[in-house]
């Protein structure tokens, strides 16, 4: 994991694009951006409404999704 922001990470990989934004805090892991582009919208520029139906953020790691 590189750490990107406060406790907020991207998983590292040499060759490796397009993963999901993961936001940890001790036990806790969400995730808070689709991309990296998608993560820095929105932590730095216009935060998603509550709910965003178009919203869908996948684990792109299979084991992730145990996690998630």
């Known amino acids: 994991m590189a750490p990107l922001y406060a406790h907020r990470f991207l998983p590292a990989g040499r060759g490796t694009y397009g993963h999901p934004v993961l936001s940890m805090r001790g036990w806790d892991t969400i995730y808070y951006g689709t991309d990296l582009a998608d993560y820095i919208n929105q932590e730095f520029q216009e935060p998603r409404p509550e709910r965003d139906e178009e919203w869908q953020p996948h684990a792109t790691v ?7």
């Open 62 to 68: 299979p084991f992730w999704r145990d996690y998630l």
